[in-house]
């Protein structure tokens, strides 16, 4: 598919990865954890997996608990022993984030052109308010839209078509952005059109048969494309 700019009324971005850099909470483990990378990976695939094995066995408790879960999942597959405290010191990172660079430019174009950018994430409302303050893009963020608005992770079509309710735009006139691909085909699916931020020059996952309306490497790619 191809990008129909004259169809996008409002733009809605993920969070972490997309606005956000993650890393630094890899690196608190990395700070606590003598080989952490597997844990890392561990940790995250698991966080990913528990939100949409929630989806599917209709259990739902906010992403902090998720992810907290999935953390300590990962520390006890590779033996790795350290107090809670330490643990929920790993996940404080979560609420202070670096913002990437791109972002308070690129979005701050598309504000200047009119256009309303809402975050939509897995992320519970205390941590997307914590995001956007570190971030200082409060003054560029219409709204932050959470799964625990609906208790549905991505990507379910539900979060999209709620956000887009709370937009007060048709699903068809939203452009979603995302780093992730299961965020991209997940807005597709529910009828919006989406743009595939790729940070880290990797290739699209096809196994779904379908692309992105557009893939991006910023969100100045992003202006552009949309004519701002």
């Keep these: 598919m191809t990008l129909d700019a004259e169809r996008v009324e409002t733009v809605t971005v993920d969070s972490y990865g997309t606005l956000v850099d993650p890393s630094a909470a890899e690196a608190a483990l990395a700070d606590r954890v003598d080989d952490p990378e597997p844990v890392s990976d561990l940790w995250r695939s698991r966080s990913l997996m528990y939100t949409m094995v929630g ?10 608990e998720m992810n907290r879960d999935a953390l ?9 022993d350290i107090a809670s405290d330490e643990r929920d010191a790993i996940l404080e990172v979560y609420h202070d984030l670096d913002v990437f660079g791109d972002v308070r430019n690129g979005i701050g174009r598309l504000r200047e052109d009119g256009y309303p950018v809402y975050v939509v994430s897995n992320g519970n409302p205390e941590m997307l308010a914590s995001m956007v303050e570190g971030a200082a893009i409060t003054d560029l963020i219409a709204d932050t839209v959470s799964a625990a608005e609906v208790e ?3 990507p379910e079509p539900e979060i999209y078509r709620h956000a887009a309710a709370r ?4 699903i068809d006139r939203t452009l979603h952005v995302a780093g992730p691909s299961f965020d991209v085909l997940g807005a597709m699916n529910a009828g919006a059109q989406a743009a595939w931020l ?8 096809s196994f779904a048969g379908r692309d992105p ?11 552009e494309a949309l004519g701002v």
């Design 198 to 205: 790729d940070r880290d020059d990797e290739p699209w996952e």
């Design 152 to 154: 549905t992770f991505k």
């Design 72 to 80: 300590q999942y990962a520390l006890d597959v590779h033996g790795v």
């Design 55 to 64: 989806n599917a066995v209709d259990f739902y408790q906010p992403f902090y």
């Design 213 to 223: 309306d557009i893939e991006i490497e910023s969100f100045h790619d992003l202006a």
């Design 167 to 170: 937009t007060g735009t048709p």
